[in-house]
Structures are given as C-alpha cells and as structure tokens.
C-alpha cells in the first residue's frame, strides 16, 4: 500500500471548489507525516485551469480525466471513475470536500470498494500510523474520534471551512490524463445546472453569513438581511421558521435539516438559537447576534451580543459598513 494521499478536488464550470484547497492543505500535512505524496483527482470538461491550479497550491501530482459527459456532477459517473482509479493507483487515504456532491460521492465510491469511511469530518491526522479523525456529533456537544486502523484506503470527507487553505506554491507540473474507460456511462445525464440566484454568495463557501429569522416579522423585511449581506460581500442565510413560512428558500436555511456552515463571521438576526439551528452553524469563528430577548439561547454561543430591536440595529450597522466599506 502507497502513502500516497489523494484529494478529490471537485469543480463547478471548470473553477476548483475552494475547498479543495483547503483539503489539499491537510493532505500535505498527512503526506509529511506519512513520508508521501499529496495528489489531487479530477473530473471534468476542460480541466487544464483546473490542473494548474492544483499545481499552484501544492498537489505534486494531478490524475484528471476529461470528457463531455463529466462536465456536470453524475453521481454513479463519478463514483465509478473514482473507484476506479482508486483500485488502480492504491492510496492510503482519499479525501473529499463534505459537500452535496462530496456527501454523494464518497459513500457510493466507498460502497463500490467496500472501504471504510468517515463524512463530515474536522480534522484528520496520523497517530501510530493509523489513521485518526474528530468530527462534532449530538449537535456539536461532542466529539466522535474515528480510527481507521490499518484498513485502506480511508475514504474521509472534511467539512468546508475547518482548515487553512493551501496558498499558492507557484507549482506547475504536466497533468495524468487519463481516457474514461470505455465502460463506465452514467445512468443519469445533467445537461444544465442553473443557479439558485444569480450572482449570490454561496452559503458553503462564504466567509461571511447575515441570517435572519422569525424576529424579522414578515418576507418583505428580509431586504434588510440582504442589504446588511450586500454590503458586506456575505451569504445570506434564515432559520428553519422563516423557510417554512415560505419568505425565502430553502437553499437559505442553516441547521440540523438546512446547511452546516463554518464562516469567519456569522450574523443571526431575529434568531432565538433552538438548537437544530445552533448545530448547523455554532462552529462559526464569530459569533454576532441580534435579538431584543436577553434571555435567547443564541447568545450562549455568541461572541457579540446586541439586545435590542434588529430593524434599529440592522439599518445602522448597515449604513456604518456601507460608509466604512465604500
Ligand atoms: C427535526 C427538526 C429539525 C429542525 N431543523 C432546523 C434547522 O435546520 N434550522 C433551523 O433554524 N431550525 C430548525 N428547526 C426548527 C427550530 O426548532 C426552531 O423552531 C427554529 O430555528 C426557530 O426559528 P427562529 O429562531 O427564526 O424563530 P423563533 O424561535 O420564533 O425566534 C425568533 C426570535 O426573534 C426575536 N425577535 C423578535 N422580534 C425581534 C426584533 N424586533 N428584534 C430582534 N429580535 C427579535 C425573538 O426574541 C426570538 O428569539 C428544526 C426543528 C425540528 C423539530
């Protein structure tokens, strides 16, 4: 067995997630600790961009197949063609980003391998050669240590946001290509994927999240929430109250049955902080909450607590970034 550790870097319109960066940076801290090499995997349409970038931010090598039909994300494709390669090249550890596409991807791949896996993680590392993760369980009150032991190749999604992005190295190198084998066609076809709104921050991705809830009392003073993100170049996020009540989709809501999010700031507005809600986003780096209940259980997991009435507070902080940030 290889100490080779592969990161699955997935792609969107031929851009690398970047998370894959991220997953790149704790592949090559467990290729030192292992004496190897970290690789990255990708599938795609034209994947030379998405090649170089790999190169720059660390990956000493680039395993890419590229073919019409990989454009878009095809969960059994995808999976087969992974499984795939992984049979064939043998390494100890593959890691994938605990997206949508990640959360669909890894189990199948695992399933067609019979290889254990671990979703969601935080952290990975090597401890006595064996492969050791965390991940947050029962809503973040604890946490679960999973060993690989000797069984490989541990198959591990982390959670965007959890660990440093690799930068760029100024690394460049010449791509595996790889043809699709020839057996392997998908079962289902993706010929377009539209996104939910034009030009909006992605909640996954983002470093910096405005949501709203219940508090703001009706769907046209979401505008609020939305003026504050726009400002602040952040995601727009709402609790589970204000989905239901149909005011704003349900790619919005954060918490136990919506988006898990990991941003550097996370502002809840008008959000009392049930727990469901507190596990999706409670990792959040700052925590700033807005709610005229001092007593609300956001603020035991908030870093900055404003009591009072959010249409005061949420205009005025709005104007004062508005003018600060130009
Ligand atoms: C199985 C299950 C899964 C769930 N999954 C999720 C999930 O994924 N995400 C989620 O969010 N919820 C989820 N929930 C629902 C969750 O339990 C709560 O009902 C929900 O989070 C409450 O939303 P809220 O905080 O917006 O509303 P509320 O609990 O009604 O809170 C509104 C808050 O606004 C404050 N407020 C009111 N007016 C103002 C004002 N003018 N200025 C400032 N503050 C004001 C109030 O003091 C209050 O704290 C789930 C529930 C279950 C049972």
């Not at 791509?175 to 994927?193: F, T």
């Not at 136990?256 to 009392?272: D, E, F």
Request: hydrophobic share 45%.
């Amino acid at each position: 067995m290889s100490n080779t550790i592969w990161i699955f870097a997935q792609q969107k319109n031929n851009t690398v997630a970047p998370a894959a960066f991220e997953l790149l940076s704790v592949g090559k801290s467990l290729a030192e600790q292992l004496g190897g090499t970290v690789e990255a995997v990708t599938f795609g349409k034209d994947i030379q961009a998405i090649a170089a970038a790999l190169f720059d931010h660390g990956a000493q090598q680039v395993h890419a197949v590229q073919h019409d039909s990989l454009g878009h994300f095809s969960d059994d494709l995808y999976a087969g063609l992974l499984a795939e390669l992984i049979k064939q090249h043998q390494p100890a550890i593959v890691l994938g980003i605990a997206s949508t596409y990640g959360r669909a991807l890894f189990p199948r791949t695992a399933a067609l391998l019979e290889a254990p896996i671990a979703g969601d993680v935080r952290s990975v590392k090597i401890d006595n050669g064996a492969v050791i993760c965390e991940k947050p369980v029962y809503g973040g009150n604890a946490t679960a240590v999973i060993s690989f032991a000797g069984h490989r190749p541990a198959m591990i999604t982390v959670r965007p946001k959890t660990n440093p992005e690799a930068g760029s190295t100024g690394g460049t190198g010449q791509a595996r290509l790889i043809e699709l084998p020839a057996g392997l066609v998908a079962r289902n076809v993706v010929s377009e994927s539209v996104a939910a709104e034009g030009g909006e921050v992605s909640l996954a991705e983002a470093d910096i999240i405005v949501s709203g809830g219940r508090g703001i009392k009706a769907a046209e003073n979401y505008k609020l929430i939305e003026n504050l993100a726009g400002v602040l170049g952040a995601a727009r996020g709402a609790s589970r109250a204000i989905v239901d009540a149909g005011w704003v989709p349900y790619s919005r809501q954060v918490g136990q049955t919506g988006k898990t999010v990991n941003p550097k700031l996370y502002i809840a507005c008008g959000i009392s902080g049930a727990i469901q809600h507190l596990v999706g986003m409670q990792s959040s780096r700052v925590i700033v909450a807005i709610n005229k209940d001092a007593e609300a259980p956001i603020f035991s997991v908030a870093s900055y607590g404003i009591v009072g009435d959010l249409f005061a507070y949420v205009p005025a902080i709005t104007k004062y970034f508005a003018e600060k940030l130009g």
